[in-house]
């Protein structure tokens, strides 16, 4: 593999773990011969799943069709100052005319300034929060369970954890609402057992990340709320939080949540798109609701059997009908093996009466609103993933602290599943859910030579010509020509048009974009070819 400058910020981030773990080995000194042991198994696990959550990230090949508009975005926003809507700075992206978050666009946007509008300059900032989110989730296992075991358990439950390592290494927008909310728990956490002189400061730095979470992902504000009161109001009844407190954590997250309420506010009572100095408070053409929750079905009952057999389906097996997020036999989190491992978490968790566990609880709880009117899908759900990796790994803990024999039993099980599922994630026959991988070369090479026209099919969305091959958000807005669908794909924009013509002819200065199973129907007497493997470029002699 050659140097490309993106390594730069990996080389310094693997600095950064080196130090950490180093740090933590020499803390390791004072303990017992057990303890020490559980603690390098730990950091070693710990180190794997940073690793695994770093390195080649090109894989999965390709890119997902919102990837790519998010990317394009960030592009936009890091050279021009506007999205692809010409909004400056919005708080949520315009993107499709339904809406996508703009938080993870803001994370890349300083990678894609520096090193262009790449695959892993868009990915890199989803790799390093999920390494930061491991990191900080044993250190808070570490503080609130004081156990190794525990520590150990937990830990490696979400280093190999099949659904995170995925979502760590695609960076589509949600992703990044689940770690922000993980970070702000852990801080929240870290208050709680913190001197008064330093608690203030991480409830500051994890409430405010709650409220930062929530320009993540929309669907998060069934959820957040819930989380955010539910956790103040139980803080209040320990004694870990008082009135002062309270009111400095209350309005410094108002201040922070300002934008994003002014924008729900607008989109549900149809405002007109304004700015908030340099901020855009964004409208959009349609909101995807109808689509994706039970709130805007128009035949209740029928919905609710479907949503119900969708979630049978990713609660058992963990899958769902898109096929990115995860694998089938490893699920989201091992789903077969691990369910009574759940069970029984959440069962030893609850008589424990621990905070950290009554906290993950609280998460766990909140998501009740998501679970009952959000359409199942695993990225749909992903808020609810955490706190079940978190009582699977207690509950493997509760089990393995019985006997030595236990902790071997199931270390074997969950090896030999770890194994299987890097087998087949890292199998592009198996595990290939983006397909523009096949028509990258050809976008990228009628985008270096100079023809007035290019016809693209229709398979072939705008989102990934942006990506590979982008024009500026003027000329792109100016020239957008939509298909007229609330989910808005573009007819056409600046010389390309999506959609081939009837006949296809040589034209001075024209090319066309051509899946090869369709070569062998069209006349290509007067043309020039550049074959791919699964498409051809066509132009005039």
């Known amino acids: 593999m050659e140097f490309q400058p993106y390594m730069i910020v990996q080389v310094i981030f693997f600095v950064f773990v ?23 198994c730990t950091l070693i696990i710990l180190l794997a799943g940073i690793l695994l959550r770093s390195i080649n990230l090109t894989y999965p090949h390709g890119i997902f069709v919102d990837e790519a508009m998010g990317a394009y975005d960030s592009w936009c926003l890091a050279h021009f100052g506007v999205d692809s809507n010409l909004a400056s700075y919005p708080v949520y992206l315009k993107s499709w005319g339904t809406g996508q978050s703009a938080l993870y666009a803001y994370f890349a946007l300083p990678f894609i300034k520096i090193f262009g509008l790449n695959i892993v300059a868009y990915r890199l900032p989803m790799s390093i929060i999920g390494c930061l989110a491991l990191i900080i989730l044993y250190l808070t296992v570490k503080k609130g369970q004081k156990n190794t075991l525990a520590t150990l358990c937990i830990t490696a439950f979400l280093a190999i954890n099949p659904w995170h390592i995925i979502k760590s290494r695609f960076a589509v927008d949600c992703n990044i609402c689940p770690d922000l909310i993980l970070i702000g728990i852990c801080l929240i956490i870290w208050g709680y057992y913190s001197t008064q002189k330093k608690q203030l400061w991480f409830y500051l730095g994890g409430f405010i990340m709650l409220s930062v979470s929530a320009y993540g992902y929309g669907i998060s504000w069934m959820v957040l709320p819930f989380i955010y009161l539910l956790t103040i109001w139980f803080l209040y009844k320990k004694g870990g939080i008082d009135i002062k407190k ?121 998501c009740l609103p998501l679970l009952l ?155 020039n070819i550049e074959k791919g493997i699964y498409y051809s470029v066509l132009w005039s002699k």
């Open 18 to 40: 080196a130090v950490f773990l180093g740090y933590e080995i020499q803390k390791v000194k004072g303990l017992s011969l057990s303890d020490r042991k559980l603690t390098y």
């Open 246 to 366: 309270i009111a400095i954590v209350s309005i410094t997250s108002a201040i922070v949540l300002l934008p994003l309420v002014l924008f729900a506010f607008g989109l549900f009572l149809k405002w007109d798109q304004f700015s908030l100095g340099f901020i855009t408070i964004t409208q959009l053409s349609a909101d995807r609701h109808d689509n994706t929750t039970l709130l805007g079905a128009s035949n209740i009952p029928a919905e609710i059997i479907r949503y119900t057999k969708y979630a049978y389906k990713i609660v058992i097996t963990g899958v769902d009908n898109l096929n990115a997020s995860s694998l089938p036999v490893s699920g989201v989190f091992y789903n077969i093996i691990s369910l009574p491992f759940l069970a029984y978490g959440l069962y030893k968790s609850i008589k424990a009466k621990d905070i950290m566990g009554r906290i993950f609880l609280i998460w766990l709880i909140s």
């Open 373 to 527: 009117l959000v359409e199942p899908t695993i990225n749909h759900w992903n808020l609810i993933w955490f706190p079940v990796i978190y009582f699977t790994g207690y509950g493997i803990f509760r089990f393995a602290e019985i006997s030595r024999t236990n902790l071997f039993i199931i270390g074997t099980i969950y090896i030999l599943s770890f194994g299987l599922f890097l087998r087949n994630y890292f199998d592009k026959n198996i595990y290939s859910p983006f397909n523009s991988y096949m028509f990258e070369k050809e976008i990228r090479f009628v985008g270096s030579k100079q023809f007035n026209k290019i016809y693209y099919p229709q398979d072939i969305i705008h989102s990934f010509t942006l990506f590979y091959n982008p024009v500026d958000p003027y000329t792109f807005a100016k020239t957008f020509v939509s298909n007229g669908n609330d989910l808005a794909q573009a007819v056409a924009y600046d010389n390309i048009s999506f959609g081939l013509p009837a006949e296809i002819h040589s034209q001075e200065k024209t090319a066309y974009v051509i899946s090869n199973a369709s070569l062998p129907s069209i006349d290509l007497t007067g043309f």
